[in-house]
């Protein structure tokens, strides 16, 4: 049986990669910071990756195609409210 394979934008990478290696409890910062890492270090273009874990690894996936690590994208937060983005913990 062939694996399955799908496709994920660079934003949903990032922000999955970034829930997956940051603590319990990160901050909302932190997590704009690891994304932002995260897609600086994915290079330009689209290519293959293995997500592994239980956010990036839904059954019967195995592989995904990452599109568009072109740079266009940034990682940003709006709210109705303000809050220290660096003190203020991301729940989901």
């Known amino acids: 049986m062939p694996d399955a394979y799908g496709s994920v934008g660079a934003m949903t990478h990032s922000f999955v990669r970034a829930m997956e290696c940051e603590p319990r409890g990160v901050t909302y910062g932190r997590l704009l910071t690891s994304m932002r890492t995260i897609m600086k270090s994915g290079g330009g273009g689209s290519y293959d990756y293995d997500l592994?874990?239980?956010?990036g690894a839904p059954p019967m996936v195995n592989h995904h195609q990452v599109a568009n690590f072109s740079g266009v994208q940034e990682p940003n937060l709006s709210s109705s409210e303000?809050?220290?983005i660096y003190r203020k913990p991301f729940v989901l």
Not at 52 to 55: E, K, L, T, V, Y
């Open 52 to 55: 592994q874990g239980p956010i």
């Open 82 to 84: 303000m809050f220290d």
